[in-house]
């Protein structure tokens, strides 16, 4: 725990530094060196593993206090058309061009969800149900982090050359980007009208975590008393962190958090998920990684064009351009 700590710590200060690359994608990529350079020994792992594991899934809970659900209920309603067609859009993308590039399963899975709904932080919530190992984790974040910054640099330019209204531009790139600080980053960019509603709009699709997450908990809960799984039970597959999430949620909601502790909350959430993803990249294997390949970036790259065109073609059908 204290070398993911440590190596977190010197993270979250390169993410300061480096606001666009963000803490998150810093403790993967030194926990991936150390890992590579500094081997831990084999009395490291136990910490490493908890904090991959456990440790997420407190980031995930305290992420919750920051989200009012009433606060982003109106703003749903409006975008709702064209985030679910985003992320019906992301998992078929994700199906058709895993297959097709033959990308194993669990990548396929998280690539598909990170894309889909929000980054780094839906892979985290899904990783501790489907039991992905390390590597695709790491994998996955990465992938989606390299399209996030591509994102960032080039929306608001084609933004201005689509001509696309401040909402408009809002909604692009809140349905269509993944990472909350390369929406805020982009819509900023473009205006601060955009900048207000893409962030907005990220809120609400990042809600969508729950339900998904729920669903794939239950799909997995089938498969394994189907496989006869001696060990099942309801219980032990059921992600309990996602119903702590909503509880958390509904203490913000009810306003029995005050204004003032929510950049603290906000603080601890942000240091909790690089302390996680640090660990994560402390047990990633670099040579088993490289052994990937460069099929799962084209999927990335599909997924992710595929996501960006389609709100952009519904927004078009429904008069939001």
């Known amino acids: 725990m204290a ?13 300061r530094l480096m606001p666009l690359v963000g803490g998150a994608v810093f403790g993967i990529v030194l926990g991936i060196l150390v ?46 058309s064209v985030t679910l067609a985003t992320v019906v859009a992301a998992g078929l993308s994700a199906l058709i061009l895993g297959k097709l590039l033959r990308v194993r399963n669990m990548l396929k899975l998280l690539v598909g969800i990170g894309t889909a709904i929000c980054g780094g932080s839906a892979i985290a919530a899904v990783v501790p149900i489907v ?3 390390d590597h695709d984790t790491a994998f996955a974040i990465s992938t989606i982090f390299l399209f996030n910054l591509v994102a960032v640099l080039t929306f608001p330019a084609l933004g201005h050359w689509l001509g696309l209204s401040d909402l408009g531009f809002g909604l692009w790139a809140g349905t269509a980007i993944n990472d909350t600080s390369s929406v805020v980053a982009a819509g900023y960019a473009y ?7 893409a962030t907005i709009v ?14 794939i908990a239950f799909i997995v ?10 060990n099942f039970s309801v219980a032990k597959i059921f992600p309990w962190f996602i119903l702590w999430f909503l509880v958390a949620s509904a203490i913000r909601t009810a306003g029995l958090v005050p204004a003032p502790a929510l950049p ?14 640090t660990a994560i990249g402390l047990s990633a294997n670099l040579r088993k990684m490289a052994q990937t390949g460069h099929r799962p970036i084209l999927l990335g790259l599909g997924v992710w064009a595929a996501v960006a065109l389609t709100s952009l073609g519904v927004q078009h059908l429904i008069g939001r351009w």
């Open 191 to 197: 205006s601060h009208a955009a900048g207000d509603y």
């Open 35 to 80: 890992r590579q350079f500094l081997p831990p020994p084999a009395r490291f792992l136990p910490g490493i593993q908890f904090a991959s594991k456990q440790v997420l899934q407190w980031s995930i809970i305290a992420l919750g206090f920051g989200l009012s659900i009433t606060q982003v209920a109106k703003t749903g309603a409006e975008s709702l």
């Open 221 to 230: 809960a089938l498969r394994e008393k189907r496989g006869g799984a001696a």
């Open 3 to 15: 070398l993911a700590v440590a190596v977190a710590a010197m993270a979250f200060g390169l993410g």
């Open 131 to 133: 039991k992905a190992d």
């Open 264 to 277: 603290a909350i906000h603080f601890v959430a942000e240091c909790l998920i690089v302390v996680a993803l």
């Open 202 to 215: 990220k809120l609400t699709r990042a809600t969508l975590i729950i339900p998904i997450c729920l669903m």
